[in-house]
């Protein structure tokens, strides 16, 4: 189901590609954000209850490039690394199994859940000019981490690897002031599909402070939400939102 989906997303926009209004110069953007968020939520194994967890409040952070070129037909590339390393507790009040072990009612338990994952995006630019850009794409997010479960007192523990892919639909925004360098911008990705839901976007404001010929450089600051909502990813369900107030540093080379 999902490569039958990521098929004929890529179909639908390979038909738009025609109408994109291509770069008239390579561009490389590269930045880095920090990201101050409040995750929520709970995981299990398949089959079993998910627990419900108090995870402690995280800072993140998130590296990205994207290259665009004057190329067309030929999709514009994004690569985004987000680091997500979460760490929690729970009090049970019902038995929690999780991949083979059991933990009792009145358990006092500790989680580590390693969330960090990479976004692969291709895109086309919709249209673009100085005050208003739109870019549309494809997109798949990466996971490739591991969840550790234990006692507080280490009597009982479990470690499990997990991997997988999610493509979503991407999709970006943004709207410009002339002759301020300031614009407000949107971006973001999408999936759902059976009971799988993953959403990432975020919304803010930039300021693009130095810009001449060789490089222009921008502070950026808004808001990042998260959902990973996943059925059954290497026996694995996650009902997981991660969100909270970004800021940041973008350079276009």
Same mark, same amino acid.
């Given at each position: %189901? %999902?490569?039958?989906?990521?098929?004929?997303?890529?179909? =639908? @926009?390979?038909?738009?590609?025609?109408?994109?209004?291509? &770069?008239?110069?390579?561009? @490389?953007?590269?930045?880095?954000?920090?990201?101050?968020?409040?995750?929520?939520?709970?995981?299990?194994?398949?089959?079993?209850?998910?627990? $419900?967890?108090?995870?402690?409040?995280?800072?993140?952070?998130?590296?990205?490039?994207?290259?665009?070129?004057?190329?067309? @037909?030929?999709?514009?590339?994004?690569?985004?690394?987000?680091? %997500? &390393?979460?760490?929690?507790?729970?009090?049970?009040?019902?038995t929690f199994?999780?991949?083979?072990? &059991? *933990?009792?009612? /009145? =358990?006092?338990? %500790?989680?580590?859940?390693?969330?960090?994952?990479?976004?692969?995006? +291709?895109?086309?630019?919709?249209?673009?000019?100085?005050?208003?850009?739109?870019? @549309?794409?494809?997109?798949?997010?990466?996971?490739?981490?591991?969840?550790?479960?234990?006692?507080?007192d280490n009597?009982?523990?479990?470690?499990?690897?997990?991997?997988? !892919?999610?493509?979503?639909?991407?999709?970006?925004?943004?709207?410009?002031?002339?002759?301020?360098?300031?614009?407000?911008?949107?971006?973001?990705?999408?999936?759902?599909?059976?009971?799988?839901?993953?959403?990432?976007?975020?919304? /803010?404001?930039?300021?693009? *402070?130095?810009?001449? +010929?060789? !490089?222009?450089?921008?502070?950026?600051?808004?808001?990042?939400?998260?959902?990973?909502? +996943?059925?059954?990813?290497? $026996?694995?369900?996650?009902?997981?939102?991660?969100?909270?107030?970004?800021?940041?540093?973008?350079?276009?080379?």
């Amino acid at each position: %189901m %999902m490569k039958q989906y990521f098929v004929a997303a890529g179909l =639908s @926009l390979a038909a738009m590609a025609p109408v994109a209004h291509a &770069d008239t110069v390579l561009g @490389l953007y590269v930045g880095a954000e920090g990201w101050q968020a409040e995750p929520e939520g709970s995981f299990g194994s398949k089959g079993y209850a998910q627990q $419900d967890f108090n995870f402690d409040d995280e800072t993140f952070t998130s590296y990205y490039a994207a290259l665009e070129h004057p190329v067309p @037909l030929v999709p514009n590339v994004k690569l985004r690394y987000t680091e %997500m &390393d979460i760490s929690g507790g729970a009090l049970l009040n019902q038995t929690f199994e999780f991949e083979g072990v &059991d *933990f009792a009612v /009145g =358990s006092n338990i %500790m989680t580590n859940a390693e969330l960090s994952h990479t976004d692969y995006v +291709l895109y086309y630019e919709i249209f673009d000019n100085d005050a208003v850009s739109i870019d @549309l794409g494809l997109s798949a997010k990466q996971f490739d981490g591991d969840i550790y479960v234990a006692e507080a007192d280490n009597s009982s523990s479990v470690r499990v690897d997990y991997s997988g !892919v999610v493509p979503l639909v991407y999709g970006r925004g943004e709207v410009g002031l002339p002759f301020t360098g300031l614009s407000a911008f949107a971006e973001g990705s999408f999936f759902a599909l059976d009971d799988s839901t993953v959403h990432d976007y975020q919304v /803010g404001v930039q300021w693009e *402070f130095i810009d001449n +010929l060789a !490089v222009d450089v921008a502070v950026r600051a808004g808001y990042r939400a998260m959902m990973i909502e +996943l059925d059954d990813v290497d $026996d694995i369900n996650t009902d997981i939102d991660v969100s909270g107030p970004f800021a940041g540093l973008q350079v276009h080379f």
